[in-house]
């Protein structure tokens, strides 16, 4: 599963390879390192870095490396969050999913509002600052069901940051309530949303998302709800799944779409590229998709993602619950300088097959980052505190 060379130090790496690269290939590596904040490059040297392999896998992750160091520092932060998942039930069927079950399914399950505040005040009681809450798209639910999730939430636990509902939530939304997307997203955000899950997102191209998840809403929708909750005020994480049926092309043209939309808004506070656990999936069963990334994947896509949202999107998040404890490390040391969430209870990725928990204690985000020689801290879920986590209280 290794590969990055350890001990890792991105400097050494870098001078030790750059001699034997592909002239255009270090010419473009180059021209990143070259500049404070980065380098905007063309699409066609994007395609080039997102098929390296071997050696140019490692020199290009030694380059986000020192990005990282330059535009993030040296911490690694992650946030004490609690995932509240209010329903299994869902009607949309998407092929890489195995956490939906039927209206009848014995295991199926449904919150009340009430429910879910009760499980924000145990989430405060733990020390968290933030509840991310999704869940699947029932028939029948209530038209103002996911407002009424805020008002509860609020009215329990007045300054928990709420960040939840992905765009398809906002589609359903919208459908039920009859309001338009601006309308609809506003009154959420007047009763408690902080921030929106850049999630559903999986790859944004319409031929994709036809064989994965044809009920879900088109790659325009998608973007026209991300623009609108950040022309609202509403910030947004964006995402990527990878490891299925997409190839290179896919990633490099969604990062350049992130970048495009940032540049315009300014409204994204991280990427975060989401690997595919395919191991329950119909998607997977059915013999539709490749088994997963590779371990080169989990380091080519961060790498990539650091090198093309560079100055742009500065923050890169791991999805540990989606990657094995030594592959999140190296991806760490490939770009990223975010851990993700403490989480609490993760049940979409459980069960789609991973085996890498539930939870993290901030004790144990803390021994695994100072184990790679970096600085534990805390943020906020928009980066706009953060508070490193001293050696003497962890």
Known sequence: MQVLPQPWNARAVWERLAPSLDSSLRGSLEHVLANENGAVLTREECLRLAQTAGNELIAMASVADLLRERLAGDAITYVVNRNINFTNVCFVGCKFCAFFRGPNHPEANFYSPEQVAQKAIEARQLGATEVCIQGGLP????KFYYRDILRAIKAAVPDMHIHAFSPMEVTYGVQL???????????????????????????LHDDVRQLISKYKLNAVAWEEIIRTAHALGIRSTSTLMYGHVESPEH??????????????????????????VHQNTRLFLEGHSRPGPTPEEHIRIHALARI????????????????APEMTAQCLQAGANDFGGTLMEENISRLAGSTAGQYISPDNFDARIRALGRTPAQRNTTYTKITPRLAEVA
Not at 139 to 142: C, I, K, R
Not at 193 to 202: I, M, Q, R, V
Request: zero cysteines; aromatic letters at 10%.
């Open 177 to 203: 309530t009859g309001m338009s997307i601006r309308d609809y997203l506003a009154m959420l955000r007047d009763n408690g949303l902080d921030t929106l899950p850049g999630t559903a997102a999986e790859i």
């Open 308 to 323: 093309m949202l560079a100055g742009s999107i500065n923050n890169l998040q791991v999805s540990w619950v989606k990657l």
């Open 139 to 142: 028939h029948g639910l209530p």
């Open 251 to 276: 990633w490099v043209d969604q990062l350049l779409m992130f970048r495009r939309i940032q540049s315009d808004t300014g409204g994204f506070t991280e990427f975060v590229p989401l690997g595919f």
